[in-house]
Nanobody, 112 residues
């Protein structure tokens, strides 16, 4: 199983970004796509999980601002991040939770 994220970057407060996570090596419709982030000097923090069939759960710190989704035809999970805050600055990792396979991470920086 391999996992690869993309879509990070620099955005101003209040802006939006969409992260993508391509999972290969297993049927994507069986993949459990979780998003984890780690800010400098802080512990890793679970952000969201998207299950086969589309059910999702969110950390309360992002609920209402972030949306996790999936496109099984494209083997891709997404994390749409809106109303970004400086506190959202972190390295974001995609994890296929069923196999505990991590991607390499993508940096998100929210700053003026």
């Amino acid at each position: 199983v391999q996992v690869a994220e993309s879509g990070g970057g620099l955005v101003q407060p209040g802006g939006s970004l969409r992260l993508s996570c391509v999972v290969s090596g297993l049927p994507f419709n069986e993949a459990i796509v979780s998003w984890i982030r780690q800010a400098p000097g802080k512990a890793r923090e679970w952000v969201a999980t998207n299950w086969p069939g589309g059910a999702t759960m969110y950390n309360t710190t992002v609920e209402g601002r972030f949306t996790a989704s999936r496109d099984d035809d494209k083997n891709t999970g997404y994390l749409q991040m809106n109303t970004l805050k400086p506190d959202d600055t972190a390295e974001y990792f995609c994890v296929e939770a069923g196999t505990t396979t991590w991607g390499q991470g993508t940096q998100v920086t929210v700053a003026s």
